[in-house]
């Protein structure tokens, strides 16, 4: 993140030198991970095609030669953009797999390697698109080389004053609306309270923060809207507003937790074992019947859109670029902007793990409270980038991961 603050071609430069190194050396670790996977879990269509993405892209990777001038990032560039959109399909691919898999393979190793796939991913990701940020930014028309950006600013894809209570306001607001189209006009939809310390800031990746909270959102207005239609159909309840979900924000010197508290009913105790866990039990045919109709996942909360708000198939084009002005939120085109259409209402199996994936990632974690009949308690804990205590993967364990 510092690095970003004073950017120069040079440092651009060697910043795409440090992409061109580590995606093929951190591409061939999960290569080796599923070629030590059995055969029969390897060999499963959906498998197979994450493998022949991951050994085409470390492939071509490893073939890049230095870069030494912009126009040579220029071309790299273009070459990652083109990898993060065909790359869109690995999660649902991975998710049908582990699903297909079920009973091949022990649950819990089916359950560790998709968590390392993932977490890898995402470092993947995030270096690519750092540096797909970084040279959008040092293009733009409003930017000096060599002038440090304010405190107001993106550095890259790392919003330097992120505020909770804005990013919850932003996301329940998108949330609310999906709901509303999904449910229907005249469907009760709960509000949403904030309160807490409402000031808080801190550095992070806005998209990554979105997409966790958006997933916990979503997840208790659906449950209260379809608790109070239960309700409806048994002759117990009303027209009446339902019960608002709480949301409460809470500073500490090194984290910021946000908690989210929903009276919709709680997570079914046959539920409960396979909360965390990709592999889903008796939900299996439902999810992998559901998975296929989502061809293509970033994991970002854009994709919670109604069809046809959000892009279609991937809009990480590189051409045009939008530049924003110093101290706007910035719209780098990358693969963590608008992406494939999601319907609203389909459920995956996977916000839940996967938002502890993030979370974990950046040295937080999210844990989930249940009170059967009741409502739900979900704790997110967000460690602050930046901070001297600052958790992040180091290169020696990355190879482990």
């Not at 998209?207 to 608790?227: D, M, P």
Request: proline share 6%; net charge neutral.
């Amino acid at each position: 993140m510092v690095f970003g603050r004073s950017l120069t071609e040079s440092r651009l430069i060697s910043s795409a030198n440090y992409v061109r190194t580590e995606l093929p050396a951190r591409l061939a670790h999960r290569i080796r991970d599923m070629q030590q996977l059995p055969y029969v879990v390897v060999t499963n269509p959906n498998i197979s095609d994450v493998y022949d993405l991951y050994y085409n892209a470390f492939d071509t990777f490893r073939k890049i030669p230095e870069i030494t001038t912009l126009e040579d990032n220029d071309r790299f560039c273009k070459i990652i953009s083109e990898n993060l959109r065909a790359h869109l399909t690995v999660i649902p691919k991975l998710a049908m797999g582990i699903l297909e898999s079920s009973g091949l393979m022990d649950n819990r190793e089916l359950d560790r390697f998709m968590n390392t796939i993932l977490r890898s991913r995402i470092s993947r990701r995030v270096i690519a698109e750092q540096h797909l940020a970084l040279t959008d930014t040092f293009h733009a028309p409003w930017f000096s080389p060599g002038a440090k950006l304010s405190e107001s600013e993106f550095i890259g894809e790392v919003f330097l004053k992120c505020v909770a209570k804005d990013v919850v306001e932003r996301c329940g607001t998108a949330i609310r609306a999906i709901a509303q189209r999904a449910y229907g006009p005249d469907v009760p939809i709960p509000e949403i309270s904030i309160d807490g310390h409402l000031e808080v800031n801190f550095p992070f990746i806005l998209s990554h923060l979105e997409y966790i909270i958006g997933e916990l959102l979503r997840n208790s207005v659906q449950g209260v809207v379809e608790k109070h239609q239960r309700l409806r159909e048994k002759g117990k309840g009303d027209d009446g507003p339902v019960p608002p979900i709480q949301v409460t924000i809470c500073e500490s010197p090194q984290h910021v937790i946000i908690r989210v508290s929903d009276q919709g009913g709680g997570v079914p105790r046959d539920v409960m074992p396979y909360l965390w866990s990709f592999s889903k039990g008796a939900a299996r045919e439902r999810l992998l019947a559901n998975l296929g109709q989502v061809p293509k996942l970033a994991a970002t909360l854009e994709e919670l859109k109604a069809e046809g708000e959000g892009g279609e198939g991937g809009s990480s084009s590189r051409e045009p670029l939008t530049f924003n002005h110093p101290g706007e939120p910035a719209n780098y085109g990358s693969s963590l902007a608008s992406l494939s259409s999601r319907p609203p209402n389909l459920r995956l199996g996977m916000g839940l793990p996967l938002s502890r994936v993030y979370a974990e990632y950046w040295a937080g974690s999210l844990a989930l409270h249940s009170l059967e009949g009741y409502g739900v308690d979900a704790f997110l804990q967000i460690s602050k980038l930046g901070n001297k205590n600052e958790q992040l993967t180091t290169r020696a364990s990355m190879d482990a991961v």
